[in-house]
């Protein structure tokens, strides 16, 4: 505390000082009542029986039990598996995405945004129609013959990992797609001047350099899957299960709210645990997209012990690889021109990633539309008959305008808080910033299911549960930091001095904000605007816990129909969700390249 | 003369934009040859094209008498100086040093060796630990140097080395360039866009525009017989005057402003031409008068200050007068 004392001696009794912390207040206080309190409740009754004695009888049945600790080894194992797939198959298309002109790199962003954007129900169905026994690959791989009974791809580890995997890779491409876009391309330049070969050159220069990107997509990825439930129980086998389907069973079926509670505890401490782990070896400065170059700043034992072991390791695969390179080049001589590099395999690879992503979804639209009863391929005849199976349900046609109407509410509220503190904590140097920025990051990381079973705790003793308003409340956790980060990313790439200019020119602050501020980042604010509102559309978590038989949701709907009978009804239901994504993402996409060229007109 | 480099008939286009027209270019073992031009006339182009970093799309480039148009850059033995220096940020400054020599193999007590006293002659000995970003933007510049000098190249490319730095370090790492230019004996191009710095450093300068060359020559070359209108412009500052009537009215005749002088009375020139003075700024050892003629035309006169002589006054008449062998007669055609 003395040394924050010395470092800030202008800190006095000025108005404008505290002022400047208004707009944070909503923001942070809506997140300590909904959000803090909520989850502190939930694991303090994890340390109290039915009948509120204080006992630690839950930890002792989780310890005894060696089934409770082979669902926590699997939970972990499952997402190491998930993490690592996701940083092998998304790196390459990263890297593909970041070392191509802008011109190729827009459309294969868009088919990065696409699946991230896409209700993650809607792709788990669309795995089930691709991997089931009567699906895609099975059909397909039959009718060539190259096989006589139908692989098991799903119901399994595969399937789960598939599911996992499809649903987490755009993040981390994302992730580390924003450190490599920062990686100086006059880098590699400057090696091969020096005597690097490309191969060299990458190995040594720019995978090292990337390294903080992965290492925040891995973090991400493990942490956010800790908390996976969908795809292990619409994928997996009933075997097998992990932390959070346990958590599910024990509130939905056995009633047992302090052991879930004490379950809960576990995945916290697990996803805690990790967290810590990576700010000690690597630092957590690296996940809000500071780039800090490998071997930078405070750096323990273990931290100088890994940066030693990365250039040693770099180093010899960039020889293998030269070695490599060498031994192609005598197999197959020819005299190579120096030109453009057309670099094939990795075009192959990131392609096949990015296919990967972006087509699963649309085996659904055919489906939607066949004769067939159950989600079999090929697609046979054509029907409507599943749409109207759809706008002739009530329930259905109940959930989708009460999804909409909660979403739009839900994004509305989060840029209500978000807006205001985004533009304290982006331009601002306030008191214990990382603090403030933490909090409103914090749900994204929390597994969503831990935040939901402690907001129905909360709704059930003041009666928001299945209203609209607890709708509302509990969706907007999770879509606030999304607009948070959206508006601050715009924010830094915001030039404040046209502020400037324009109160020089006589503007007010109002004034500006109206014709200079706003108009520029209009752009920004409707992506985040629609970012929000797409989240609270897909949020499950809130819509199993907060929701009742009387406020039917959307992604609610679809879960239960999925895990009990599945027909193209959903895949019509699908198809619909499908383009108001795609409707999303086309404003965003328009509103983008409007304010693109609006730019270059400038110059 | 030991032709080091030469370029022969090398262009190259991005889509529509001719971003260097053919062009040819010999440069002898040893020189400082600068390329001069404005942003977009082909200068770093040029470079990136000697350095293998881009592809031409005709002609051939010829380093030290080998063919090595399709060369790649790590086979060239060039180096090259980045304009943002381009060191490793991930790297300490030794390791920077040591990683040219890396790639060539060199056995590790040698690489030591070398790279303790390149620190040594770039005067860093005390820095070799440290990252690139703990170092002042002057630091860095001569990292970038020890770094592409290391491995001895006979050839330097510089990519607008100084433009990042302020005014005072910028003529400090002049000279220092100089120094390590006599010192290691290496033949180095070099790209600016500022004229006294060309001026400065070079042997012979290459003045570029629009995608080739302009004029080739010494320094004082193209500052006193200029073959261009651009040329003339473009290094230092260039008065133009209609020219005599039996000349053709393409063609015009330029004299620089410190060859023009304000003639005392009876004083006579080879040209004298009758002025009215706009201004005067006294600017040390130098005094810059600004007139307009009858006609319409600005001429500018840098003169020796001259405390005991008359004082001028705006709206004066004067009358201005050099001599016939400082005027220079241009085509207004491009110079080539």
């Known amino acids: ?189 400057a090696a091969s001047t020096l005597g690097a070969r490309k191969s060299m050159a990458f190995w040594r220069i720019y995978f090292p350099l990337s390294l903080p990107g992965v290492a925040a997509s891995g973090l ?24 959070a389907q346990l958590i599910i069973v024990q509130l939905e079926e056995s009633l047992n709210w302090e052991f879930a509670a004490a379950l809960s505890v576990v995945l916290l401490a697990a996803t805690i645990i990790v967290v810590v782990i990576f700010d000690r070896t690597l630092g957590l400065s690296s996940l809000t997209g500071e780039t800090r170059a490998a071997g930078a700043g405070r750096k323990g034992p273990v931290g100088r012990l890994s940066s030693e072991i990365g250039q040693r390791l770099g180093s010899a695969l960039g020889w293998g690889s030269v070695y490599m390179e060498i031994l192609l080049g005598r197999i197959m001589p020819g005299r190579r021109r120096l030109g453009p590099e057309r670099r094939p395999i990795l075009w192959i690879v990131g392609m096949t990633g990015v296919a990967f992503l972006a087509l699963p979804t649309f085996f ?166 629609l970012f929000a509102f797409v989240k609270a559309m897909d949020e499950l978590a809130i819509a199993l816990f907060v929701a009742d038989a009387g406020t039917p949701l959307l992604p609610k709907q679809l879960w239960q129909e999925m895990s009990y009978k599945i027909d193209p009804s959903l895949a019509a239901v699908s198809t619909l969700i499908l383009i108001i994504v795609g409707l999303s993402i086309a404003i965003v996409q328009m509103l983008n390249s409007f304010g693109a060229r609006r730019r270059t007109d400038d110059v | 003369m030991n032709t080091k480099l ?73 180096g090259l100086i980045f304009q943002n220096y381009a060191l490793f940020p991930h790297l300490t400054v030794a390791q920077n040093i040591a990683f040219p020599l890396e790639m060539r193999k060199m056995p590790r007590a040698e690489i030591d060796k070398r790279v303790a006293r390149m620190l040594e002659v770039v005067q860093l000995p005390q820095v070799g630990n440290r990252l690139p970003r703990e170092l002042s933007g002057g630091q860095q510049q001569r990292v970038a140097f020890a770094r592409c000098s290391v491995y001895e190249p006979s050839i330097i490319l510089m990519d607008e080395p100084l433009g990042a730095l302020d005014k005072r370090l910028r003529d400090d790492m002049q000279t220092e360039i100089r120094r390590l230019h006599k010192e290691l004996g290496a033949t180095i191009l070099y790209v600016t866009h500022d004229q006294e710095e060309a001026m400065a450093m070079s042997d012979r300068i290459c003045l570029m525009n629009d995608g080739g060359i302009e004029q080739l020559g010494t320094p004082s070359e193209i500052y006193f017989r200029p073959r261009s209108v651009f040329a003339a412009e473009f290094v230092g500052h260039a008065n133009f005057v209609k020219p005599a009537p039996e000349l053709t009215a393409s063609d015009r005749c330029m004299v620089r402003p410190e060859n023009i002088r304000i003639l005392k009375e009876g004083e006579q020139a080879d040209t004298v031409v009758e002025a009215t003075l706009e201004d005067t700024v006294m600017l040390g050892a130098f005094s810059r008068h600004i007139a307009r003629l009858a006609t319409g035309e600005r001429m500018v006169a840098v003169n020796w200050s001259d405390e005991k002589g008359a004082p001028h006054h705006p709206g004066e008449r004067v009358r201005l007068g050099w001599d016939g062998a400082k005027a220079v007669m241009l085509s207004a055609e491009r110079g080539r």
């Open chain 1, 1 to 189: 505390m003395t040394a924050i004392a010395h470092d800030m001696p202008a800190v006095r009794a000025d108005p404008r000082r505290f002022a400047r912390y208004m707009p944070l207040v909503p923001a942070v206080a809506f997140l300590a009542i909904v959000f803090v309190i909520p989850v502190a409740q939930l694991l303090f009754l994890s340390f109290f029986d039915n009948k509120g004695n204080p006992t630690i009888l839950h930890y002792e049945r989780l310890v005894a039990n060696a089934t409770y600790f082979q669902v926590v080894l699997n939970t972990l194992s499952y997402s190491a598996w998930t993490t690592l797939f996701c940083l092998v198959g998304g790196y390459p298309v990263a890297y593909l995405i970041a070392t191509i002109s802008a011109r190729q790199r827009n459309p294969l962003m868009l088919w990065i945004l696409v699946p991230l954007w896409t209700s993650f129900l809607v792709r788990v169905l669309a795995w089930m129609v691709i991997l089931g026994a009567q699906g895609v690959i099975n059909r397909t791989l039959l009718s060539l013959g190259i096989i006589s009974q139908p692989l098991n791809l799903i119901y399994n580890f595969f399937g789960v990992m598939v599911g996992s995997v499809h649903s987490l890779m755009p993040i981390a491409i994302l992730m580390m797609l924003s450190v490599m876009l920062n990686i100086d391309r006059s880098l590699s330049n």
């Open chain 1, 220 to 243: 991400m990825v493990f942490v956010t899957s800790l908390g996976f439930f969908i795809a292990p129980q619409l994928l997996g086998s009933p075997s097998n299960i992990m932390l």
């Open chain 1, 364 to 529: 659904l639209i055919p489906i939607s539309v066949s004769e067939n009863r159950f989600l079999a391929w090929p697609p046979q005849g054509f029907t409507w008959r599943w749409y109207e199976v759809y706008f002739s349900s009530p329930v259905w046609v109940d959930a989708t305008l009460r999804s909409i109407g909660v979403g739009l509410a839900t994004a509305a509220l989060s840029m209500i808080l978000g807006v205001p503190a985004a533009f304290v904590l982006a331009r601002h140097h306030v008191i214990g910033k990382s603090v403030i920025l933490s909090l409103m990051l914090l749900p994204m990381v929390l597994p969503h299911i831990i935040v939901a079973v402690g907001l129905f705790y909360l709704y059930a003793k003041i009666g928001l549960v299945g209203t609209n308003i607890g709708l509302i409340i509990g969706n907007t956790i999770f879509s606030l930091p999304y607009v948070v980060i959206t508006v601050m990313a715009v924010l830094r790439n915001y030039d404040e001095r046209l502020d400037q200019a324009a109160w020089t020119l006589g503007a007010t602050r109002g004034v500006t904000f109206r014709r200079v501020t706003l108009p520029l980042l209009k752009a920004g604010m409707v992506t985040a605007f």
């Open chain 2, 6 to 78: 030469r370029l022969d008939q090398v262009a190259k286009s991005y889509g529509p934009v001719r971003a260097l027209r053919p062009t040819s270019l010999d440069v002898p073992q040893g020189e400082f040859l600068t390329l001069l031009g404005p942003s977009g006339s082909g200068k770093s182009t040029l470079l990136q094209i000697l350095a293998g970093l881009t592809a031409c799309d005709q002609g051939e480039v010829w380093i030290d008498g080998r063919r090595s148009t399709d060369t790649p850059p790590h086979d060239r033995g060039i």
